[in-house]
Antibody, heavy 122, light 107 residues
Framework: EVQLVESGGGLVQPGGSLRLSCAAS????????MSWVRQAPGKGLEWVAN????????IYVDSVKGRFTISRDNAKNSLYLQINSLRAEDTAVYFC???????????????WGRGTLVTVSS | VIWMTQSPSLVSASTGDRVTISCRMG??????LAWYQQKPGKAPELLIY???TLQSGVPSRFSGSGSGTDFTLTISGPQSEDFATYYC?????????FGQGTKVEIK
């Protein structure tokens, strides 16, 4: 079955850290750009970061630069998001998403996980 | 950052109505736009990419149109399973951005 399954969310104090994981199955993980997208409670979607197939290129939204690090392990079919210096405004469901297409034309999220909730609160 | 305005934020419709959702961009993005459907507590699902290309498996009652700065998602005769929230998303340039969302509810 083609799927993405996130884990690692939880309750963390402001300034704390978490490492989110995303396990991919049912497709050749190493062939695709991957992404993290988040959604604050009751709010819309916000793109967070992308990573190239071999991990050589990473792109972030400005609000997380220097605090979040996206990475992947193609041997384990896994995507990660290390989130540091957490703030209350980082509270959200974090979705892992597969990107289809390529940067020279159309590329879009064609598969999403169910998400993992990160709550930042003291 | 490319600003985008999605409207309306809420639309009430009956099964069989025609529903249109608009997404207006602050600059020309050609056809680098996708539409997603999200149901409560679920992950979003891709409906349309390239402004008008239907994703495999998506019912033909969904259609997308537009280019440049003005885009539309149309649901021709929504079924009960179509009552959800819809988002547009531009992937013309970083940061990728989403519209504010349109909730389609049963009238």
């Amino acid at each position: 079955e083609v799927q993405l399954v996130e884990s690692g969310g939880g309750l963390v104090q402001p300034g704390g850290s978490l490492r989110l994981s995303c396990a991919a199955s049912g497709f050749t993980f190493s062939r695709y750009w991957m992404s993290w997208v988040r959604q604050a409670p009751g709010k819309g979607l916000e793109w967070v970061a992308n990573i190239k197939q071999d991990g050589s290129e990473k792109i972030y939204v400005d609000s997380v630069k220097g605090r979040f690090t996206i990475s992947r392990d193609n041997a384990k079919n896994s995507l990660y998001l290390q989130i540091n210096s957490l703030r209350a405004e980082d509270t959200a469901v974090y979705f892992c998403a597969k990107i289809d297409g390529d940067p020279t034309s159309n590329w879009y999220f064609d598969l999403w996980g169910r998400g993992t909730l990160v709550t930042v609160s003291s | 950052v490319i600003w985008m305005t999605q409207s309306p934020s809420l639309v009430s419709a009956s099964t069989g109505d025609r529903v249109t959702i608009s997404c207006r961009m602050g600059q020309d993005i050609s056809t680098y736009l996708a539409w997603y459907q999200q149901k409560p507590g679920k992950a979003p699902e891709l409906l349309i990419y390239g402004a008008s290309t239907l994703q495999s498996g998506v019912p033909s009652r969904f259609s997308g149109s537009g280019s440049g700065t003005d885009f539309t998602l149309t649901i021709s005769g929504p079924q009960s399973e179509d009552f959800a929230t819809y988002y547009c998303q531009q992937y013309y340039s970083f940061p990728w951005t989403f519209g504010q969302g349109t909730k389609v509810e049963i009238k």
